[in-house]
Nanobody, 122 residues
Framework: QVQLVESGGGLVPAGGSRRLSCAAS????????MGWFRQAPGKEREFVAG????????RYADAVLGRFTISRDSAKNIVYLQMRNLDAEDTAVYYC???????????????WGQGTQVTVSS
């Protein structure tokens, strides 16, 4: 079992920045991949970014490439999503997820956090 708890969401002005955190606990995390997904009202959950726990590989959705950065602090067991230059299209509930493959399909992730709301005001 892996437990994931997101934090850091809130109301952000357009053009602003926000950093989300995902605290992970449970099994040894070295073999896991951590992903960030988001889901806007009426839309499907979509991949945002992912990282191998080793830190040697990351992956981003085209919509956030160059604006978002995923990283992890292995000493604290926290994965971060630094978001910059936010716009209204980034408004969504952001979820942290974990599994063993750096995939973009949410169905391939077994463990999920409860989500944190990010609202970008124009």
């Amino acid at each position: 079992q892996v437990q994931l708890v997101e934090s850091g969401g809130g109301l952000v002005p357009a053009g602003g920045s926000r950093r989300l955190s995902c605290a992970a606990s449970g099994r040894t995390l070295e073999s896991y991949v951590m992903g960030w997904f988001r889901q806007a009202p009426g839309k499907e959950r979509e991949f945002v970014a992912g990282i191998r726990w080793s830190g040697d590989r990351t992956r981003y959705a085209d919509a956030v490439l160059g604006r978002f950065t995923i990283s992890r602090d292995s000493a604290k067991n926290i994965v971060y999503l630094q978001m910059r230059n936010l716009d209204a299209e980034d408004t969504a509930v952001y979820y942290c997820a974990a599994d063993h493959r750096l995939a973009t399909d949410p169905r391939e992730y077994s463990y999920w956090g409860q989500g944190t709301q990010v609202t970008v005001s124009s």
